[in-house]
């Protein structure tokens, strides 16, 4: 790796992998650029799409500290770098897949760990983080409601209890 162009390209690949939050492998034989650009739109500012050579892209990930990515670098591979959300990102190119199935995921990386094809399909199946994060608030303020009403519910069930001892004992004449 003595030529200047091929450095670069590591260090350019290398930059992408420790600067992105994940990073998703695919194979895109037989796509058309026109394909891959509608690809690259799909992903809008969540992920940058890029061709890599797979010996220069295992020297950049191994030099990124990343492990296990040799298994999946055969054949011709693209890589998508995921800077933004990682399940949108997942969807995108979920959803580009089941369009053009010449677009095959291998796996990838997320924070470290690798991930192979299933679990980045799973992955896209979750629901967007604005939509968990509702999930979350909405069971947060049920749990504060219950405790507001169990709280409310003692000195109901208190007053209740003087007023019935109040009734019994002026029933009984005292």
């Not at 979750?126 to 303020?141: I, N, P, W, Y």
């Amino acid at each position: 790796m003595a030529r200047p162009d091929k450095a670069s390209a590591v260090a350019e690949l290398k930059s992408e992998f420790v600067g992105s939050s994940a990073a998703v492998l695919t194979e895109y034989r037989g796509l058309t650029v026109a394909q891959l650009k509608e690809l690259r739109v799909a992903l809008g500012g969540n992920a940058k799409f890029a061709v890599a050579k797979n010996t220069l892209t295992k020297i950049a990930a191994n030099e990124a500290g990343l492990t296990g990515l040799d298994g999946l670098l055969s054949g011709p591979t693209a890589i998508a770098f995921v800077s933004g959300d990682v399940v949108e990102a997942a969807k995108g190119l979920r959803d580009f897949a089941k369009a053009n199935p010449l677009l095959v995921i291998k796996g990838g990386v997320l924070d470290g760990k690798t991930l192979d094809a299933t679990e980045i399909t799973k992955l896209a199946d979750l629901e967007s983080r604005e939509v968990l994060l509702a999930k979350l608030a909405g069971a947060m303020k049920a749990k504060q409601s219950a405790a507001a009403a169990m709280f409310a519910a003692l000195p109901t069930n208190m007053a209740q209890l003087a007023e019935a001892l109040r009734a019994k004992r002026a029933e009984a004449g005292e």
